[in-house]
């Protein structure tokens, strides 16, 4: 994005393993995507992603209810989530579920209780699988009702 910018980058990153990096100047990438179609696409798509994640963390943010949040984020992260024999794997450690919806982490260990006891999700330590996103998105229903019309109502 610096480069599409001309900004300063707004993002570290850091190599967990040797690797080998290539180095660009923008006039050297400008030109790469000027000239090479599937750069240009394949960046197209990737910030298309982007922009559809931040979309559906704004929309999660809006969410004031702390487990509707987290069923929220599990249930749309599902949609892009990758095909396995159980059901959805959604590749965000449990670890960081609190941090990345917004909640306490007490709080998100309750929704997730009580997911697991529904038995709508499976937890492993790098994902959770969801195992019948279309339950999940009833139970996610459920839970907007129950905010919109009150517990008692």
């Known amino acids: 994005m610096a480069f599409l910018n001309d900004r300063p980058r707004s993002a570290t990153a850091t190599c967990a393993e040797d690797c080998?990096?290539?180095?660009?100047d923008p006039?050297?990438?400008?030109?790469?995507?000027?000239?090479?179609a599937e750069i240009?696409?394949?960046?197209?798509k990737k910030l298309a992603g982007r922009l559809?994640?931040?979309d559906e963390q704004i929309q999660n943010?809006?969410?004031s209810d702390?487990?509707?949040?987290?069923?929220?984020?599990?249930?749309t992260a599902a949609a892009r989530g990758e095909r396995v024999a159980a059901g959805v794997r959604v590749k965000v450690p449990p670890r960081e579920l609190a941090a990345r919806v917004g909640v306490r982490a007490d709080q998100s260990d309750e929704a997730l209780m009580r997911l697991l006891k529904?038995?709508?999700?499976?937890?492993?330590?790098?994902?959770?699988?969801?195992?019948?996103?279309?339950?999940l998105?009833?139970?996610?229903?459920?839970?907007?009702?129950?905010?919109?019309?009150?517990?008692?109502g």
């Open 20 to 24: 080998r990096l290539l180095v660009l």
């Open 27 to 36: 006039r050297t990438f400008e030109a790469m995507v000027r000239t090479n």
């Open 40 to 44: 240009a696409v394949r960046l197209i």
């Open 52 to 54: 559809a994640e931040a």
């Open 61 to 63: 943010l809006l969410i």
């Open 66 to 75: 702390a487990a509707t949040r987290v069923v929220h984020f599990l249930h």
């Open 118 to 135: 529904s038995r709508l999700i499976e937890v492993h330590p790098d994902a959770f699988v969801v195992l019948d996103e279309g339950r």
């Open 137 to 152: 998105k009833n139970f996610l229903e459920f839970l907007q009702m129950k905010v919109r019309f009150g517990e008692g």
